[in-house]
């Protein structure tokens, strides 16, 4: 562990952050939040009019803790990968500042707590979710195909997939139909998202070994596939309107969000730049905050 420390780049220039913020880096803060917003849209989108706020607060928090287990397992995971990268050298397991065991035990301990929570203050089925996610995306995902095939993003993303499911779930029980869409949306999402990242920094996942898409493949083939992907998005958020169950203004943003996404992935196909690669990461997250909010408004406001 020390000689990795060592040998990752910049780490002489980085300051040791304290213990409570070395464990909240593991949480990958950002990538949680996101989950979590995308639970609570499940959440809001399931109850008819007025949620009940105890219990969606008790899965949200529940789905939090269990969502930075899993992020807390990637780190332990990949940490000798982590620390080949630039973008992700900073992590303190990769840093050497936080052991296997300390890493795992955090891990083990927020799922727990997670898990507990669902299970008294939610249901069963959403627990269940929920745990089976953490296996989908902390073990399916990162130790067996993230290293094994330029598609780990693709099918990983079924698990990234599922919090407006668990979301859903934790307010009426069940997984319905309207909770599917929301899966497959963002599962259509995922790859051109990520693949936008991985093109502006296919050096740091050349040099981490990873068989990423542009790595194997080539960015040509990357981009090609970034726009079928996001063509069959534009489709797949078109679903809830032709099922009832979103009304004129959700069906106008998503067209023009649809289209947006379109012409930036058309553009970077025919002209790349590592400018408009990181202008499509940034905007495939504005996208999907702005299309789930349609739909929490047509759902409040237009029903």
């Not at 980085?14 to 593991?26: D, G, I, N």
């Not at 287990?69 to 332990?76: D, E, I, T």
């Not at 992590?91 to 795992?104: D, I, K």
Request: hydrophobic fraction near 55%; proline fraction near 6%; charged fraction near 10%.
């Amino acid at each position: 562990m020390s000689d990795v420390a060592t040998n990752t780049p910049g780490r002489a220039a980085l300051p040791h952050p304290s213990r409570f913020r070395q464990y909240y880096a593991l949480t990958k803060p950002r990538v949680v939040q996101l989950i979590v917003f995308c639970a609570v849209v499940g959440m809001l989108l399931a109850a008819p009019r007025t949620p009940a706020w105890p219990r969606a607060l008790a899965a949200a928090i529940g789905i939090w803790l269990v969502a930075a287990a899993a992020a807390a397992f990637n780190c332990l995971v990949e940490r000798h990968i982590d620390a080949r990268m630039r973008r992700t050298a900073w992590r303190p397991t990769a840093r050497g500042e936080l052991s296997v065991a300390q890493a795992l035990a955090f891990s083990a301990l927020l799922c727990g707590a997670g898990s507990a929570l669902l299970a008294i203050e939610v249901n069963a089925l959403t627990m269940w979710l929920t745990l089976a996610t953490f296996v989908g995306y902390a073990v399916v995902y990162t130790v067996v195909l993230k290293p094994w095939t330029s598609q780990n993003i693709v099918i990983g993303g079924a698990a990234g997939a599922m919090p407006p499911v668990l979301g859903w779930a934790a307010m009426r029980g069940e997984v319905g139909l309207f909770a599917i869409f929301l899966w497959l949306v963002i599962f259509l999402w995922t790859p051109p998202h990520f693949w936008a990242l991985a093109l502006y920094r296919v050096e740091d996942y050349r040099r981490s070994g990873l068989p990423m898409l542009p790595v194997t493949h080539g960015s040509l083939v990357t981009r090609r596939h970034m726009l079928v992907y996001t063509l069959l998005l534009l489709v797949a958020t078109l679903l809830p309107c032709a099922f009832g169950m979103a009304g004129v203004p959700y069906l106008v943003t998503a067209l023009a969000l649809g289209a947006a996404f379109v012409a930036m992935t058309w553009r970077l196909l025919r002209d790349y730049t590592d400018q408009r690669s990181r202008s499509l990461f940034k905007f495939s997250i504005l996208y999907l905050s702005l299309l789930f909010a349609a739909l929490l408004v047509d759902h409040y406001l237009f029903k």
